[in-house]
């Protein structure tokens, strides 16, 4: 409604960098831009519904390859490829707990 | 503040959850999957040899030989998957060091497996299990559960590492 939105984040599969029960910043518009490496991604996974992931890579089919920051993230290859249309926002701030 | 603000605001507007997902071992890790499976290859390969006797098939004969290759072929790429899984979720750097042999062990499994797919070789089964029988021993080992052989009460009635809990 805004061009942007919060999200609360489950899951610490992002910790250090966005920790547990953080909010995130989203702004859906900002993924029109060029997207690189590490930009932390708000997505809608076929199986995992909306994740917070961080980019790894963009391959050569113009599809985004994710990533979570944390030793028990799920990994990369298991997570799989997403096309743009599923990229949901860019997080643009991360509020994290006290 | 600002983190108390927000979360204010979540209070009366429920924001949108997403989730950071973690692959959080489950820790049911039972290499009797593997086992069963493996048995079921030696059943199918007994069944086809059975049928191999004949000198013509009937047409439903023809089906079932079609169902008995298909199970195989199932069956031994499930072993590949249920060994896989422990090899990869379960087996660290601790369990490598008490046993040395688990990576080849896994890659021979692989292989043979691959042999029991191929062919209507009753001694590639038999090897398949043997490996796998030898992949449970170490795995109840580092989990410091004894084992017993036993004969399967079923066929294709062949022995099976078995937990003794």
């Known amino acids: ?73 799920v990994p990369i290859e298991k997570l799989g490829p997403v096309g743009k249309s599923q990229i949901q926002g860019k997080v643009l701030w991360i ?3 006290k | 503040m600002l983190y108390n603000i927000i979360a204010k605001l979540d209070k009366k507007l429920k924001f949108p959850v997403v989730k950071a997902h973690c692959d959080i071992p489950c820790k049911i890790y039972d290499p009797i999957s593997a086992q069963i499976a493996v048995l079921t290859v030696i059943r199918m ?49 601790p369990q490598l060091t008490q046993f040395p042999e688990l990576h080849d062990l896994v890659h021979s499994i692989m292989l043979t497996s691959s042999q029991a797919k191929q062919n209507i070789n009753r001694d590639a089964a038999l090897k398949l299990l043997q490996q796998v ?22 066929p294709p009635a062949e022995k099976l590492i078995y937990p003794k809990l």
């Open chain 1, 1 to 73: 409604m805004f061009g942007f939105h919060f999200c609360k984040v489950s899951g610490m599969s992002m910790s250090p960098r966005i920790p547990e029960n953080s909010y995130v910043f989203i702004v859906p518009w900002l993924k029109v831009f060029n997207l690189k490496e590490g930009s932390l991604l708000k997505v809608f996974h076929p199986r995992y519904g909306c994740i917070v992931k961080s980019l790894a890579q963009v391959d050569r089919n113009g599809l985004f390859w994710l990533k979570g920051h944390h030793k028990t993230s």
């Open chain 2, 45 to 93: 390969v007994d069944l086809l040899d059975e049928l191999k006797a004949k000198s013509v098939l009937t047409l439903d004969e023809q089906a079932q030989f079609l169902r008995l290759v298909n199970q195989k072929e199932v069956h031994g790429l499930k072993v590949k998957e249920e060994i896989n899984v422990i090899w990869g979720d379960y087996i660290k750097t």
């Open chain 2, 133 to 154: 029988n030898r992949f449970a021993e170490i795995f109840w080992a580092t989990k410091q559960v004894p084992t017993y052989t036993a004969v399967c009460p079923y």
């Open chain 1, 95 to 97: 509020f994290p707990p």
